[in-house]
Structures are given as C-alpha cells and as structure tokens.
C-alpha cells in the first residue's frame, strides 16, 4: 500500500475511533440525563394533573421548535466540514519554506474561527424565532382559552423565550467542541445543566404544594431557563482575510449549505414534532398528557441509545465521505457502506428485542412505577404500540443522518418536496385517526408509524442510488434479521400472549414477563 492510502486508512480508523468514543461519551449523557428526568418525572406526576403535563409539552415544543430552527442547519453544515489538512501543493511549497507547522497551524485557526463566525448568525435567528414562534403559538390558542387561562402562562412563555436565546448563546462554543470530536467536554457540561434543571423545576413544584401555591407550567419554565442559563458562553470574533468567506468571517459554502438545510429542516421539523402540534389541535388536554406521559418512558430508549449514535454517526460519515471536489475514493465507499450494514444490523437486533418484549413489558413497568392513576387511564395501551414505532424512529434517525451528509444542495431541495408531501399524508392520517375514528393518544403513534414508513423507504431508496453511483450497492440481506431470529421471536409472542390469558398477581406477570424476556435475548 502506497503513503496515501496508508494515511487514507489511518485517517478512516481514527474517524471511526472519534465517533465510537463520541457515541459513548453521549449514550452515557442521555443515559445520566434521562435518569435525572425520570426520577424527576416520578416526583412530578404526583403533584400535577395530566392537563398541566399537556401544556407543558406545548411550551417544550416550542422551546425545541425555535432551537431547530435557529441552529440544525448549520449544525448539520459544519459536521460536513473535514478537518485541517493540505493538498499536495500547498504541503510540498509548505515544507520547502520550512513553514509546514505554523502553516497548518494558522489553517486550523482560521476554520475555527469561521465556525464560531457562523454559530454567531444561530443567535440572531433564534431571537427572531423566540419571538415569531411565540406569538404564532399565542395565537394559535385563541379558540382554547382553557389553555391561554392556565395560572403564569404569559410568564411561563416569556421565560422559555429567553432561555431559548441564553442557549443559543453557547452555540459558539458549541460548534467547536463538535469539530473538534471533544464529546467529553459537552456531556460534562450537559449533565450539569440537566441536574440542575431537574433540580430547580422539583424544588419549584414541591414547594408550591407544600405552600399551597398554584404556579401552573411556570416551575418547567424555571428549571429550563437554569438549564440554558448554566449554558450561557460567549465568544469573541476575529476577522480573517480569505475569499472563500463572505466578509472575511462567515464560510461560503458553509452558509450556501447551511440555506438549504435549513429549507428542508422546516419542514422536517414538523414531521418530527408535528404529532405534538397535531394532538394539541385534535385532541383533548387529557390526551396530550397521557400522550406526552408514553412518548417520554417510550422514547428512554431512543433517546438514550438511538440518537447519540445517530449524532456521532452523522459527524462520521460527514468527515469520512467529505470531498470538496465530489470524488470519493472506492475504499472510502466501501468503508462507509460496511460500517452503515453493520451499524443498520445492530439495530435490527435491538428493534426485534423492543418489538417482542416491549408490548408486554412496558405496560407493567408503568403501573410499578407511576401507579394505577396514570395507568388505568389508557397510558399503558400507547405505550404498548409505541415499542412498534421505536424501531422505524432508530431506524430513520440512522438513515436519514446519512442523507444528511451525502447529499447536494439540489438533492437536500428535492427532498424537501417530499417531505412536505409527508408532512401533508401525515396531517391527514392524523386527522382520520383521531378526529374520525376518535382514537385519541394510541391513533397519533398509528399516524407517526405510517408517516416513518415512508420516510425511510425513501431515504433507503436514496442511500442505495448513492451507492450504486459508486459502483456499490446496500444488501439488505446483511441487514434483515435471520429466520432463526424471526423464529424465537414469534414462539416469545406467543408465550407472552398465552401467559395475558392467565389471572395473577402484577408482581407475578412482571417476574414471569421477565424470565421469558430475558431468555429470548438470551437466544438472541
């Protein structure tokens, strides 16, 4: 093998180093954070009503909704960025000079500073959707004064504003912990901010029960505006002189990138939260808390497993596929799509153990841990077909991560438009299963399952005309799961759903759910 492609496969596996370390720095985040909700959610839920829950998951998607889209895009753009390094020419003129170092040096430099430039224009976009988004959801509210009356709203929806920019203020520092792959750095400060945050919002709501004091949704308000508060960091800017920016601070074919997945962000933006905005239109306050209450014990696992890997899998294949020309090496392809087989069986695996054990599992771990109240209100039964819907998330987050950095500026357009598409096939699903068919909570996870679906039929269709532009190609038989597999997991069904039929204790269901669960992964 000659100098380059050695250096090529050092470059690959130190990649691959980064992200896999990454991966785990951030599982351990979510992890560490999400126990911190859930002990904290066991702590709320017997001090609030399932209206006020509801309502604070309308504030929760506002607050995500302004974040999105004031700084995906441009996340997204800079994890396309490659690291520092020179093309031969500049490298061989460099060591003649004998100025090879300080040269790279000063490169570095000036590509850190072009993206703390460009986290810059994250604030100014977040303060504009701070305040657009709040007002549109103002609005929006007119026809439910039920929800505009909740005691401290108005103030509630002020303070998730600013906490919204207090956050977006750390984005400089952000962008370069990220391109640097320093994920140890940011978990230590997530997991800070997030105890802090669980801290402050059960101190507030305990306190207001012990006093008598109503404060409404106002308490999550405090605990978030401490979460982006701990975050708040500034950086200052220094100007470069190079062509390739746009008045020598921002990058060019960062910004021109960053426009168009933003376009195409807006509207997966509402596919990813529409279920929230939907319910909220459709759906009794009841129903958005018992919907909100399974999407935050059914999402654990995709949150704390699924999406650091679909993180630190974007920041992979971005920097390993990254060509400023568009020319791709055949070992580069061929690296990217075995660690993409490998990475989409992993989760096979994983999705046929949720699928087989998690509809019987779920609805007992949710009666132990949150009580009958909550249980006997339909929770359980959503939570059941939402093990169903985990999969397609895991499965869609991965792919269209993939998309993300291998596509072109018309591409990520094109896609757009079919997103929109979804978006509309999804408004109207939605509407038939909860307005005509009236199935409440359990309908919106049937409307996201279809809408997924989709999705990542399109985005494997995409990936797989990636490939074969490259002379390669995915196998899904390296992907599917084995008959064998398929096998054990319908005789573990089958137990499970002769073992419903049985009268016993719930003590007694949850030790038997678990014998049998834990030898079908066993056999997996």
């Not at 309502?55 to 995906?72: D, M, N």
């Not at 500049?90 to 500073?113: P, V, Y």
């Not at 750095?185 to 059960?202: K, N, P, Q």
């Not at 007992?364 to 929770?379: D, I």
Request: charged share 15%.
């Amino acid at each position: 093998m000659d100098a380059t492609g050695t250096a090529g496969s050092a470059k690959q596996q130190s990649l691959l180093e980064k992200s896999a370390l990454g991966a785990t720095f951030l599982i351990a985040l979510q992890i560490g954070s999400r126990a911190l909700t859930f002990a904290a959610n066991q702590i709320l839920l017997r001090f609030i009503s399932p209206d006020l829950l509801g309502i604070s998951t309308q504030f929760e998607v506002y607050l995500i909704s302004v974040l999105f889209f004031a700084r995906e895009s441009l996340r997204v753009a800079i994890q396309r960025q490659s690291e520092v390094s020179e093309g031969p020419e500049e490298a061989a003129k460099s060591i003649q000079d004998g100025e090879k170092s300080e040269r790279k040096r000063k490169l570095a430099i000036e590509k850190t500073q072009a993206l703390v430039n460009l986290a810059y224009v994250s604030i100014c976009l977040g303060i504009f959707f701070a305040w657009g988004l709040a007002w549109a959801y103002v609005r929006s509210l007119r026809s439910n004064p039920k929800v505009l009356g909740t005691l401290y709203f108005k103030e509630t929806l002020q303070l998730y504003a600013v906490a919204a920019v207090f956050e977006l203020l750390a984005e400089p520092c952000f962008v370069v912990v990220q391109q640097k792959s320093e994920y140890k750095t940011r978990a230590f400060a997530e997991s800070i901010g997030a105890l802090l945050r669980c801290v402050v919002t059960c101190a507030s709501i305990i306190f207001a029960s012990k006093t008598s004091l109503d404060l409404g949704v106002f308490p999550f308000a405090l605990g978030q505006w401490t979460y982006d508060k701990f975050s708040l960091l500034a950086r200052p800017i220094a100007p470069s002189s190079n062509e390739t920016y746009i008045l020598s601070y921002f990058s060019k074919p960062l910004v021109t990138l960053g426009a168009s997945l933003f376009v195409q962000g807006v509207v997966k933006h509402i596919l990813t939260e529409g279920d929230v905005l939907l319910i909220s239109y459709l759906a009794s306050l009841s129903a958005q808390g018992i919907y909100a209450l399974a999407t935050n014990y059914g999402g654990l696992v995709a949150r704390m497993v699924f999406q650091p890997i679909e993180e630190s899998s974007r920041n992979y294949f971005g920097k390993l596929l990254y060509s400023s020309n568009g020319q791709r090496s055949n070992g580069t392809i061929s690296s990217a799509r075995d660690d993409l087989h490998k990475l989409l069986r992993i989760y096979t695996l994983m999705s046929i153990s949720a699928m087989t054990v998690g509809p019987t599992m779920a609805p007992l771990l949710l009666k132990f841990v949150v009580g009958s109240r909550w249980a006997s209100s339909g929770a359980g039964d959503v939570l059941s077909r939402y093990c169903y819907y985990i999969p397609l998330l895991a499965y869609n987050g991965v792919l269209e991560a993939f998309v993300s950095v291998v596509a072109t500026e018309s591409q990520l357009n094109r896609q757009s438009l079919w997103m929109l598409a979804f978006s509309i096939g999804f408004a109207s699903t939605g509407y038939v299963f909860l307005r005509i068919l009236d199935l409440g909570a359990t309908g919106l996870v049937y409307a996201n399952m279809a809408n997924m679906v989709f999705r990542i039929l399109w985005s494997y269709n995409f990936i797989n005309s990636f490939f074969r532009r490259h002379n390669s190609q995915l196998n899904l038989g390296l992907i599917l799961p084995t008959a064998t597999t398929v096998a054990a997991a319908m005789g573990t069904i089958a137990i499970f759903y002769h073992q419903s039929s049985q009268e016993g204790s719930d003590v007694k269901n949850f030790i038997t759910t678990t014998v049998i669960g834990g030898s079908f992964f066993i056999l997996l």
